[in-house]
């Protein structure tokens, strides 16, 4: 290899501490805690780590982790670096910024060593980590804490293409001569920076596209499930993976609540059926109670409030422009 590498192992709970001191000299102080309630499955992790020319390559995985990168950690800097996360297997949360990404499979993001940032680890996981010096990504890229916090999803093509880069590499590198690693290094970060930028170039920065991209992936969840009586802020954020409060944040750039939007979206499926021809055999109640309403007097309030006429009066409308056509 181009420099060292090494691998380590860790077989029970009472390596957790030997794990944590070697994942803080692999990239920096932070603090690492495991999730108590699963101790009694017991510990298990691998670290390997490589160093390229410049950067250095890591590949972790483990039990059920929370790490947290906090400020009395910061004070200690001595080499600043960023981080690209790379989930290869399990989920993982990162907050940073302000700013949360939920990383599955095949998704990345990047994080920086001189901000605070918390990483959750919900479950076993394995992720690509690679880390480059401050100073190389900033003469390469323009303002990339433009970018901290943010995901970059596998269905974005650049993204998609670079993850399965470092998925490949991660599996093989050990296996490589030090001048081809070496080639290697100035691939990734021709990709990486290829990547970030086709970010950029659309007409929104990197942070509303990806906050505009996941408030679409919340909307079409919430339209998957209008029928469901369990849909509510809290049954979102948990099948998103993010917390309440960034999930109010995002719905509060559209200047409106959450339940506001799922009451809406719920009005408006109601309607809809009301006036369909096909769909006359079902009664008020029967619409209300298959489109998430369970009580019937906040249905016919909420559907007065909206469209200024009760729902029997809706469909009569509805019934009557359709026989006039």
Known sequence: MTGNSSQSQFHSIAEFDHFTHSVCRTFCQMDVSINRSKQATGFAAELYHTELDKMRLARVSSN????????????????????????LKGESLLQQCGREAHLKPGDFALCSTT??????????????????????????????????????GSEFPTHGLLSQFLFSLVQRIDMLAPAIVKRLETNILDLLITSLEAMSSAD????????????RR?????????????????????????SKRYLHMLFKEEGISVSRYIQQQRLEACSRTLASSSMQHLSTTDIALEWGFGDLSHFHRCFKAHYSVTPRQYRLRACSDEAAE
């Open 64 to 87: 059920s982790l929370t790490v947290t990168r906090r400020k009395q950690d910061i004070a200690q800097i001595a080499d600043p670096f960023y981080l690209v996360k790379f989930q």
């Open 115 to 152: 901000e605070p940032y918390q990483l959750h680890l919900p479950s076993h996981y394995q992720q690509a980590v690679l880390a480059i010096p401050q100073s190389t990504l900033q003469e390469l890229l323009k303002s990339p804490n433009d970018f901290l916090g943010i995901r970059m």
């Open 204 to 215: 929104m920065s990197p942070q509303q596209n990806a906050v505009q991209d996941h408030l």
């Open 218 to 242: 919340i909307k079409r969840f919430i339209a998957m499930h209008l029928q469901d009586s369990r849909l509510s802020p809290e049954f979102i954020a948990q099948a998103e993976g993010i």
